[in-house]
């Protein structure tokens, strides 16, 4: 007789319980416990994880290039140092031309999409950013990937129609009065019916959350977890929560890097076959932070190339941010013994 298959979903269920019941809220990172947790419930969960990614992608790690072209923001939001009320930092916007160009460079380098990044810069004219999208699309190879915040339909659309492939919009929590704490100048309705839209005329659509936000618990993270599979997103990730220097909750503990790999894996086993990015974020709790995220289920690895004098004032996580290099990248993935396009080109 035939032993019976073992069901990673059930399993990550009974983990989810185990694992939760353990850990308390502002608990200190601890690697051991990533690698070998009491009953090898975390080292079960990543095996399965792994398999899940491998089952879908191979041994494949999916390099995307990101442009950071304005830390211009209208938005408030009480974790992120490019908040309007931010007066210390410089504000910047890339044009056309010097994106473009960044894009052909990207594309030398055996990068196969581009992430256009910025705060919701309102004042950035959409006739530029579609003009930049279409140039893309017809001068390169790349799918575009666009990060820029909640925007009017008209300009989704526009932008949509010149070429653009994906969307990154990031719920953060799935807890709505949390939410409006933690972002005043908008709602968590709002941006979840923009998700709603940008998958309905096309887009394809990325969300996640960040692990360790002040009054967040643990189930309502396992509970964005299936509101994501519930939108059918394409892409999800998961952030530790990094206290910046810039803003409101800058006092407030880093989150875990033991819980946010957890979640990650959770991820991966709930969401199965999409595309799930090691953040930089990790590397701020541990120096192979973004290989502990490899190993619990991401293949993506997102890659630097805004001009060193702007990387360093869009404000994201910290003033001590970890931008990836190209180089960086392709030692990571040596490494891990995975393979990317990245590491066919000289």
Not at 133 to 141: F, G, S
Not at 229 to 240: F, G, N
Not at 267 to 283: D, K, T
Request: contains cysteine.
């Amino acid at each position: 007789m035939k032993p019976i298959a073992e069901n990673p979903l059930l399993h990550s269920m009974q983990a989810s319980e185990m694992f939760l019941q353990k850990i308390s809220p502002g608990s200190n990172p601890n690697t051991e416990l990533v690698v070998s947790s009491e009953g090898g419930v975390n080292r079960q969960l990543f095996k399965s994880a792994v398999n899940i990614r491998t089952q879908h992608f191979g041994n494949e790690v999916y390099p995307r290039g990101v442009v950071e072209i304005s830390n211009y923001c209208n938005l408030n939001c009480l974790y992120c140092g490019m908040r309007k009320d931010n007066l210390t930092i410089n504000r910047y916007r890339l044009g056309h031309n010097e994106i473009v160009q960044i894009a052909l460079s990207m594309e030398q380098h055996g990068i196969k999409s581009i992430m256009l990044q910025s705060g919701d810069d309102y004042t950035y004219p959409i006739a530029s950013l579609v003009k930049t999208v279409h140039a893309i699309r017809k001068e390169t190879d790349l799918r575009v990937i666009l990060c820029l915040g909640e925007r009017k339909r008209a300009d989704l659309e526009a932008m949509l129609k010149a070429g653009a492939n994906m969307y990154v919009l990031k719920l953060e929590t799935p807890n709505p009065i949390l939410f409006q704490k933690l972002r005043p100048s908008t709602t968590f309705e709002r941006r979840l019916n923009q998700l709603k839209f940008m998958k309905k005329i096309g887009y394809q659509i990325s969300s996640g959350f960040i692990v360790g936000l002040p009054e967040q618990t643990h189930h309502e993270i396992f509970e964005g977890l299936m509101l994501l599979k519930d939108l059918r997103v394409d892409a999800a990730s998961v952030s530790p929560f990094i206290p910046n220097e810039g803003s409101p909750l800058k006092n407030e503990p880093f989150g875990s890097l033991e819980l946010s790999l957890y979640f990650l894996a959770q991820m991966r086993i709930h969401l199965q076959g999409v595309y799930i990015p090691a953040v930089s974020a990790f590397s701020l709790l541990h120096k192979d932070g973004q290989a502990l995220a490899m190993n619990a289920g991401a293949n993506v690895i997102t890659i630097n190339f805004t001009p060193k004098t702007n990387a360093k004032q869009y404000l994201m996580y910290s003033e001590k941010r970890n931008p990836v290099s190209l180089e960086r990248a392709r030692e990571l993935i040596l490494s891990l013994g995975m393979t990317s396009s990245i590491l066919q080109i000289n």
